[in-house]
């Protein structure tokens, strides 16, 4: 079987991450603006998971949510505080 075309669980989870975190600083300005650490941005960050993870059972059943979500965190965090990998 080819894997030619395919995107992984991870690459995926980025994807939607990265989508999450844009839609955040809009939607949720004032809290992002405020977050000092990623634990301020929990209650923003599971909104924005749930309705994502629902999507993804629906649409990718066999791919790994753990892996998913890893990407998806991972690009979250990155789009919200970029200079993180920094500290």
């Known amino acids: 079987?080819?894997?030619?075309?395919?995107?992984?669980?991870f690459d995926l989870g980025t994807i939607f991450g990265y989508s999450a975190?844009?839609?955040?600083?809009?939607?949720y300005s004032d809290i992002i603006k405020?977050?000092?650490?990623?634990?301020?941005?929990?209650?923003?960050?599971?909104?924005?998971?749930?309705n994502d993870v629902v999507l993804i059972?629906?649409?990718f059943p066999q791919q790994g949510v753990e892996d998913f979500k890893k990407g998806w965190e991972e690009a979250f965090y990155n789009t919200i505080f970029?200079?993180?990998?920094?500290v």
């Not at 079987?1 to 669980?9: K, R, V």
């Not at 975190?21 to 939607?27: E, Q, R, V």
């Not at 970029?82 to 920094?86: A, G, N, W, Y």
């Open 34 to 50: 405020a977050a000092e650490v990623e634990l301020d941005l929990m209650d923003v960050m599971l909104y924005y998971w749930e």
């Open 57 to 59: 059972r629906m649409i």
């Open 82 to 86: 970029p200079l993180r990998h920094l």
């Open 1 to 9: 079987m080819s894997t030619e075309g395919t995107i992984s669980a």
């Open 21 to 27: 975190g844009i839609a955040s600083k809009t939607d």
